[in-house]
């Protein structure tokens, strides 16, 4: 039973993945398998999920893979968005327009990407975690120049160099982590493995584990878009294709910061949490500083969402080293903003399609023009500005509180500051867009008006429906699952 | 036994990082290339090395794949970036000759000082080469950083992932195989993409 559960969560993009590379004359035929498949993905994880939610054993398959609360969060996260990506992918739509090639670089990449993601939130073993991660870097390259332009290759080299240095980084911590376990003279080829680490960690040397740990953070640091090398991140999630976006701002960056959290654990075990804690802090709030008053300044909405990114994964940032509330409160944060950001980006590719413009300025009267698309793209926006009654309200809430227990009075006040000021950016720029009279195009054509009801609308509207449910609800199974995820990272 | 094997570690790790400091006063593209497929044959020998004196049958195979990878097939790769390279053929780095020097030799410094509880608490008879390998990891970055050039930049990329390698021979005699064999297959899948990202583009800076 848990190897069908394993099959079925990590086969179907790749199978998805496969029928495209091998459907060069039908790219139809292989969309319309990827839209079917990926919801499979999304079931398994579900299933995964729940049974752990409900108490459940990890699912552990052989020494290769291994899923606990905390992989099995984050395979649904990933799963889920992929899922949204999938349907809402280039493609599906019937006056589309876009061309072959281009459809079927995008299933294949796209779902290489998905896998990759998969697998390393799965693997049981921190060195093939490393490999998949590094791997995400590589398919999703490939996948930012779609349209080929300048901009978008410059932002993807950026990205490939920045990350690929970075991801390098971290491996050199994983190595140094790898080195002071074998001085221990434990089994060399289970060495990396979760469970072998953890039981050795304790007789890990304190000087040792608190130098990987800075490669470490570092690394998988740079790919989750902390602060200071956040730099590629504005530049790859405002160039890439709108659904590659969602996932990559969505997701990608969540799996970069499981990664944090699972060395976290293990350093914790070797030196107590006081040391990685403390990291973990001052690159978070500084992550927040750099995302919050980035997003004051944003003239394009695509760089807003990204530099949106960067302030949320700075307050998860900043949860994690907040003790077992802030942990928990950072795991549904992550849950909220992979939400959010993803239907926020999906629905950033509708307004592009409506203005032909990324700015701004000249996007005026969305609710006249495109009212449903309007009232989403409000709802997801009020969502990241951590309104209620959605979700991440509900998450910045208790890492405000996390945050004033662990008796950090100046985080708590700069951190309301920061989340205040965030809001205050994010209404501002969206008001603009919202109201107003709607003009020309770039091509000075009118813009069009009026939509009517349609699939991708009521699919965007699922992930909004579902936002404001966490955020009321917190439903008993999710509740319960980032409670055991929490007690993974900190016990 | 133990004498000659840490002597033949030591002149290999030397060399990688003589090689990585090399680049810095060379100003164009190819030396970049040839000093990074010498230093992958240098990596090569340190592996052979280690499996033969610590007994790692395994890393007869690792030590082959790179020479093979890393010293026959990404010089190659790179060799041919270059030559469709259109345009300037100067490297023009951020920083002149002898502040780069000066910085590496900086950072070489501080590799000692930072590796110092690392060599503190190994008994492999290697152990006397892990500084060479955290400055090699130290110098690479700072190349990475401060080129302008694409291919320099990648040159400086892999030969971080070679500083890596040398880390894990010396301070553990190798990852386990399926990891070493994951992250060949990622070195040489960012190449061909860095290769296909490059034709059409200016001279970025990595920001």
Same mark, same amino acid.
Request: glycine share 8%; proline share 5%.
């Given at each position: 039973?848990?190897?069908?559960?394993?099959?079925?969560?990590?086969?179907?993009?790749?199978?998805?993945?496969?029928?495209?590379?091998?459907?060069?004359?039908?790219?139809?035929?292989?969309?319309?398998?990827?839209?079917?498949?990926?919801?499979?993905?999304?079931?398994?994880?579900?299933?995964?999920?729940?049974?752990?939610?409900?108490?459940?054993?990890?699912?552990?398959?052989?020494?290769?893979? %291994?899923?606990?609360a905390l992989s099995a969060l984050l395979a649904l996260l990933v799963s889920v968005v992929a899922t949204l990506a999938a349907w809402l992918g280039p493609g599906l739509e019937r006056r589309g327009g876009v061309p072959g090639t281009e459809i079927r670089h995008f299933r294949i990449y796209a779902n290489?990407?998905?896998?990759?993601?998969?697998?390393?939130?799965?693997?049981?073993?921190?060195?093939?975690?490393?490999?998949?991660?590094?791997?995400?870097?590589v398919t999703s390259a490939l996948l930012i120049p779609l349209r080929r332009t300048k901009p978008a290759l410059d932002a993807s080299w950026k990205y490939l160099l920045i990350c690929?240095?970075?991801?390098?980084?971290?491996?050199?911590g994983t190595v140094l982590a790898f080195v002071d376990y074998a001085t221990t003279g434990g089994d060399l080829e289970l060495a990396l493995n979760w469970t072998t680490l953890r039981t050795a960690a304790p007789s890990l040397h304190p000087e040792v584990a608190q130098l990987a740990f800075v490669f470490l953070l570092v690394g998988f640091g740079t790919k989750a878009g902390l602060a200071p090398t956040h730099t590629w991140l504005p530049d790859a999630h405002s160039e890439a294709p709108a659904q590659l976006s969602a996932?990559?701002?969505?997701?990608?960056?969540?799996?970069?910061?499981?990664?944090?959290?699972?060395?976290?654990?293990?350093?914790?075990?070797?030196?107590?949490?006081?040391?990685?804690?403390?990291?973990?802090?001052?690159?978070?709030?500084?992550?927040?500083?750099?995302?919050?008053?980035?997003?004051?300044?944003?003239?394009?909405?695509?760089?807003?969402?990204?530099?949106?990114?960067?302030?949320?994964?700075?307050?998860?940032?900043?949860g994690l080293a907040l003790g077992p509330l802030g942990v928990f409160a950072a795991l549904l944060h992550l849950t909220g903003h992979a939400l959010a950001k993803s239907t926020a980006f999906l629905l950033?590719?509708?307004?592009?399609?409506?203005?032909?413009?990324?700015?701004?300025?000249?996007?005026? &009267?969305?609710?006249?023009?495109?009212?449903?698309t309007?009232?989403?793209?409000?709802?997801?926006?009020?969502?990241?500005?951590? *309104?209620?009654?959605?979700?991440?309200?509900?998450?910045?809430?208790?890492i405000v509180q996390a945050a004033w227990r662990t008796a950090h009075g100046v985080v708590t006040a700069l951190?309301?500051?920061?989340?205040?000021?965030?809001?205050?950016?994010?209404?501002?720029?969206?008001?603009?867009?919202?109201?107003?009279?709607?003009?020309?195009?770039?091509?000075?054509?009118?813009?069009?008006?009026?939509?009517?009801?349609?699939?991708?609308?009521?699919?965007?509207?699922?992930?909004?429906?579902?936002?404001?449910?966490?955020?009321?609800? *917190?439903?008993?199974?999710?509740?319960?699952?980032?409670?055991?995820?929490?007690?993974?990272?900190?016990? | 036994m133990d004498a000659t094997f840490s002597l033949l570690t030591m002149t290999g790790a030397s060399a990688m990082l003589l090689l990585a400091l090399a680049v810095l006063w060379r100003h164009h593209v190819p030396a970049y290339i040839t000093a990074f497929r010498m230093q992958s044959v240098a990596l090569a020998f340190v592996g052979a090395v280690v499996a033969w004196f610590g007994d790692v049958s395994e890393l007869f195979l690792v030590a082959a794949l790179i020479l093979a990878l890393k010293g026959w097939i990404v010089p190659r790769i790179l060799a041919r970036m270059e030559a469709r390279r259109p345009g300037d053929r100067g490297?023009?780095?951020?920083?002149?000759?002898?502040?780069?020097?000066?910085?590496?030799?900086?950072?070489?410094?501080?590799?000692?000082?930072?590796?110092?509880?690392?060599?503190?608490?190994?008994?492999?008879?290697? %152990?006397? &080469?892990?500084?060479?390998?955290?400055?090699?990891?130290?110098?690479?970055?700072?190349?990475?950083?401060?080129?302008?050039?694409?291919?320099?930049?990648?040159?400086?990329?892999?030969? *971080?992932?070679?500083?890596?390698?040398?880390?894990?021979?010396?301070?553990?005699?190798?990852?386990?195989?399926?990891?070493?064999?994951?992250?060949?297959?990622?070195?040489?899948?960012?190449?061909?993409?860095?290769?296909a990202l490059v034709p059409g583009m200016g001279e970025p800076s990595a920001g």
């Amino acid at each position: 039973m848990d190897s069908i559960l394993l099959i079925a969560l990590l086969a179907p993009p790749m199978f998805a993945a496969a029928v495209a590379i091998l459907a060069r004359r039908a790219p139809v035929g292989a969309v319309w398998f990827d839209a079917a498949a990926m919801p499979v993905s999304a079931g398994a994880a579900a299933a995964i999920a729940l049974r752990l939610a409900a108490g459940g054993a990890p699912l552990v398959i052989g020494t290769a893979w %291994r899923l606990d609360a905390l992989s099995a969060l984050l395979a649904l996260l990933v799963s889920v968005v992929a899922t949204l990506a999938a349907w809402l992918g280039p493609g599906l739509e019937r006056r589309g327009g876009v061309p072959g090639t281009e459809i079927r670089h995008f299933r294949i990449y796209a779902n290489l990407f998905a896998s990759t993601m998969l697998m390393a939130v799965s693997t049981s073993n921190l060195g093939v975690m490393w490999v998949a991660i590094e791997a995400t870097t590589v398919t999703s390259a490939l996948l930012i120049p779609l349209r080929r332009t300048k901009p978008a290759l410059d932002a993807s080299w950026k990205y490939l160099l920045i990350c690929s240095v970075g991801i390098a980084l971290a491996f050199a911590g994983t190595v140094l982590a790898f080195v002071d376990y074998a001085t221990t003279g434990g089994d060399l080829e289970l060495a990396l493995n979760w469970t072998t680490l953890r039981t050795a960690a304790p007789s890990l040397h304190p000087e040792v584990a608190q130098l990987a740990f800075v490669f470490l953070l570092v690394g998988f640091g740079t790919k989750a878009g902390l602060a200071p090398t956040h730099t590629w991140l504005p530049d790859a999630h405002s160039e890439a294709p709108a659904q590659l976006s969602a996932v990559m701002s969505g997701v990608l960056l969540a799996v970069a910061l499981y990664a944090v959290a699972r060395w976290k654990a293990i350093i914790d075990l070797a030196i107590g949490p006081a040391f990685t804690d403390t990291m973990l802090l001052v690159v978070g709030m500084a992550t927040v500083v750099v995302g919050s008053v980035s997003l004051l300044s944003q003239t394009y909405y695509k760089r807003m969402l990204a530099y949106s990114s960067i302030e949320h994964m700075g307050l998860a940032c900043v949860g994690l080293a907040l003790g077992p509330l802030g942990v928990f409160a950072a795991l549904l944060h992550l849950t909220g903003h992979a939400l959010a950001k993803s239907t926020a980006f999906l629905l950033s590719g509708r307004v592009y399609a409506r203005y032909r413009s990324g700015k701004i300025g000249a996007v005026s &009267g969305l609710l006249d023009t495109a009212p449903a698309t309007g009232v989403l793209f409000a709802a997801t926006l009020f969502a990241l500005a951590g *309104l209620p009654p959605f979700s991440l309200f509900l998450s910045e809430i208790l890492i405000v509180q996390a945050a004033w227990r662990t008796a950090h009075g100046v985080v708590t006040a700069l951190v309301l500051v920061l989340i205040l000021l965030a809001f205050a950016s994010l209404v501002t720029h969206l008001q603009r867009m919202l109201f107003g009279k709607a003009g020309r195009d770039e091509a000075g054509r009118d813009v069009l008006r009026g939509e009517r009801a349609s699939v991708p609308l009521g699919i965007l509207a699922l992930p909004v429906v579902l936002l404001a449910w966490i955020g009321v609800m *917190l439903p008993a199974p999710l509740r319960m699952l980032l409670t055991y995820a929490a007690e993974v990272v900190r016990p | 036994m133990d004498a000659t094997f840490s002597l033949l570690t030591m002149t290999g790790a030397s060399a990688m990082l003589l090689l990585a400091l090399a680049v810095l006063w060379r100003h164009h593209v190819p030396a970049y290339i040839t000093a990074f497929r010498m230093q992958s044959v240098a990596l090569a020998f340190v592996g052979a090395v280690v499996a033969w004196f610590g007994d790692v049958s395994e890393l007869f195979l690792v030590a082959a794949l790179i020479l093979a990878l890393k010293g026959w097939i990404v010089p190659r790769i790179l060799a041919r970036m270059e030559a469709r390279r259109p345009g300037d053929r100067g490297l023009h780095p951020l920083v002149n000759t002898e502040m780069s020097l000066l910085l590496s030799g900086g950072l070489a410094v501080a590799a000692y000082e930072i590796s110092r509880p690392v060599a503190e608490v190994i008994s492999l008879p290697t %152990r006397g &080469g892990l500084p060479l390998a955290l400055a090699l990891i130290l110098v690479s970055l700072f190349i990475v950083v401060s080129r302008r050039q694409v291919i320099a930049q990648i040159v400086g990329f892999l030969m *971080l992932e070679n500083g890596i390698a040398l880390l894990a021979l010396l301070g553990a005699y190798g990852v386990p195989l399926v990891v070493e064999l994951g992250v060949f297959l990622d070195v040489l899948l960012g190449v061909l993409v860095m290769q296909a990202l490059v034709p059409g583009m200016g001279e970025p800076s990595a920001g």
